[in-house]
């Protein structure tokens, strides 16, 4: 079937008619849907529990490097800077 030629609203209505069929769930019949992490899940949960509650900025550092730079103290280490740039770039192969 080339849906190019077949109008959007028969295209729809192609499969919106199988899913007609389905029957009302049954109410009081089935218990309620529950997740349990495993053994190895858990410590991959806390971790990410513990990444959604630290804040994204460091104010602590932005307002130390800030009064660096203002001061004219901040100094970059060109050496550190190449090498981080090459493993970050190595990481992405």
């Not at 410590?43 to 490097?65: G, I, K, N, W, Y």
């Not at 004219?72 to 280490?77: H, N, P, S």
Request: charged fraction near 25%; avoid cysteine; hydrophobic fraction near 40%.
């Amino acid at each position: 079937m080339k849906i190019a030629s077949v109008p959007l609203s028969a295209q729809v209505n192609a499969y919106g008619k199988t899913g007609r069929k389905a029957s009302a769930p049954r109410v009081g019949s089935q218990a309620p849907d529950m997740v349990e992490l495993s053994q190895n899940a858990r410590p991959l949960d806390e971790f990410l529990r513990a990444a959604q509650s630290t804040p994204d900025v460091r104010m602590e550092r932005v307002t130390m490097l800030r009064q660096q730079i203002e001061a004219g103290t901040y100094r970059v280490e060109g050496r550190a800077v190449a090498e981080k740039l090459l493993v970050h770039a190595a990481a992405r192969l």
